[in-house]
Nanobody
Framework: QVQLVDSGGGSVEAGGSLRLSCAGFGSTYSRYCMGWFRQAAGQEREKVVLVTAGGTAYYADSVKGRFTISQDNAKKTLYLHMNSLKAEDTAMYYC????????????????WGQGTQVTVSS
């Protein structure tokens, strides 16, 4: 059973930065692609970034150059560094583990954190 706990959301003005954290991936990162999804009100959940066990990251076009995924193996924690935030980044963000990911997409089993809200005011 994969258990993920995400945190770090909050409210920020446009142009600001936030860092999200996801704990619990240490026992799973070698078996899954890890990353973040988000879901804005009234919209479907979408991928933000997924990273393979080998370190290859696949970012959504909308966040490339602004968001960076990193991991601290000692702390068994995954991070999402979000810079130059825009109002359209407002959403609930979910840490995720999926069976596979690549340039063509992702799939297999999905596991989710409980979500953390990010609100960007313009």
């Amino acid at each position: 059973q994969v258990q993920l706990v995400d945190s770090g959301g909050g409210s920020v003005e446009a142009g600001g930065s936030l860092r999200l954290s996801c704990a619990g991936f240490g026992s799973t990162y070698s078996r899954y692609c890890m990353g973040w999804f988000r879901q804005a009100a009234g919209q479907e959940r979408e991928k933000v970034v997924l990273v393979t066990a080998g370190g290859t990251a696949y970012y959504a076009d909308s966040v490339k150059g602004r968001f960076t995924i990193s991991q601290d193996n000692a702390k068994k924690t995954l991070y999402l560094h979000m810079n130059s935030l825009k109002a359209e980044d407002t959403a609930m963000y979910y840490c995720a583990a999926v069976s596979w990911c690549g340039i063509g997409g992702f799939g297999g089993n999905h596991y989710w954190g409980q979500g953390t809200q990010v609100t960007v005011s313009s």
